[in-house]
């Protein structure tokens, strides 16, 4: 079992480029696919990113390729997700998820944390 704590969201300017990243606990978590999904209000949750247990494969939603990056730090138990030339339609709170595999579409990841609210503003 992992617990995932999200930290680094918060009020942005369209433009900008906030870093956030994932702290898990549990010593397995290297094992682990990790993955970023988000979720605007009234829409439902929707992947955004995932990086394979070693890092080497990345997969990101259409709507964000080439703006965000995301990228793992076993040695830190920690995932990121760069986020750059951020829109207003990226407002959402986005989750940490981890799973064996994770997938574009549903089922969903095992594992969540509690989610980091972005906020951009025109």
């Known amino acids: 079992q992992v617990q995932l704590v999200e930290s680094g969201g918060g009020l942005v300017q369209a433009g900008g480029s906030p870093r956030l990243s994932c702290a898990a606990s549990g010593r397995t978590f290297s094992t682990y696919a990790m993955g970023w999904f988000r979720q605007a209000p009234g829409k439902e949750r929707e992947f955004v990113a995932a990086?394979?247990?070693?890092?080497?494969?990345?997969n990101y939603a259409d709507s964000v390729k080439g703006r965000f990056t995301i990228s793992r730090d076993n040695a830190k138990n920690t995932v990121y997700l760069q986020m750059n030339s951020l829109k207003p339609q990226d407002t959402a709170v986005y989750f940490c998820?981890?799973?064996?595999?994770?997938?574009?579409?549903?089922?969903?990841?095992?594992?969540w944390g509690q989610g980091t609210q972005v906020t951009v503003s025109s």
């Open positions: 998820a981890a799973d064996f595999v994770i997938r574009t579409t549903p089922p969903l990841p095992t594992y």
């Open positions: 990086i394979s247990w070693r890092g080497g494969i990345t």
